[in-house]
């Protein structure tokens, strides 16, 4: 069985700022751009004999859009952009930021210059959501919930609250796919993330952490709430999946757990991952198709366990 448990273990004021005085030779003016005040060179020459600190462009674009040049096309850009601001002002009768005034240049008036294209609120709620989620199971996926379990302990630590971990991990997995072949054991996969979904609150956290293995957080949970929890899903695997009609009676599959309460078996997030994992190692050596809790560190610490 593979252990993937024991393995873990740019400025909005921008818009406002004023134009910046340009070093750089005039460029080509677009039809739809007005032309550079008559000045705007002898200005940038007299900051320059007066001292002014260099400008480096390119570290403000990959800033305000993430477009990454080199510095002597980004000067270009930015003089490009700079006036379209200074025009845009004088269309509307009000200020415009630079963020506008680059984003509208950038699709309106020089399209396709550097790719840059809109995404619909749709395409990206989707992109976010599949950047936390697992495709198979829809659960969130190793990174978050690494992310998040170390949010929620700090919080409890913060408040007091107890909090709970559970780790799960289905029994004979290996067997079962050289049985049934990958494609069943996607679905088993599949099954077992919704059962434990179906049987958690909103508040709960769960992911398909590597393989076979699964994680839950259980915020504000202590140890025999946390038990009933795992419990009902290791009971509702051994149901559900078994016999169903998709499988027929052929596949024996169910899970062991190892659970982890803080602040009984430990206060960090090392100390509860180690615990849970430990425990859930004594459910797969006992028998499997069950669900197991460490000893507390009160009674390690009377019997002279370290």
Known sequence: MERNFRESFGSDAADEAPDVPLHAPAVARHPALPAASPDA?????????RGHRQVAFAPRLRDLARIEVDESEAKSLWTEVSRHARSLRGRLGREVGLRVALLDHLLNVAPGRFGVSLIGDGALHALERDAI????????????????????VQRSRRYGDPCSLLL??????????D??????????????????RAHLRSVDIAARYGGDEFAVILPETGRHAATVVAERIRD???????????????????????LATMPADGS???????????ALYDAKSNGE???????????DRHHGVA
């Open 179 to 196: 049985r049934l072949g990958h494609r069943a054991g996607d679905v088993i996969l599949q099954a077992i993330g919704a059962l434990v």
């Open 289 to 299: 198709n069950l669900i197991a809790s460490p000893p507390s560190l009160d009674r």
């Open 236 to 258: 509702a695997v051994a149901r559900r999946i078994n016999g169903s009609s998709t499988f027929g009676a052929e596949p024996v599959v169910t899970v062991s757990g190892g």
């Open 41 to 49: 060179a002898s200005q940038a020459e007299l900051g320059a004999k």
């Open 133 to 152: 989620t697992d495709g198979l199971t829809g659960l969130y996926n190793r990174t978050f919930f690494e992310n998040a379990f170390h949010r929620e």
């Open 268 to 278: 960090s997030v090392e100390s509860l991952f180690g615990r849970a994992d430990a």
């Open 168 to 177: 799960l991990d289905v029994d004979q997995f290996k067997q079962v796919n």
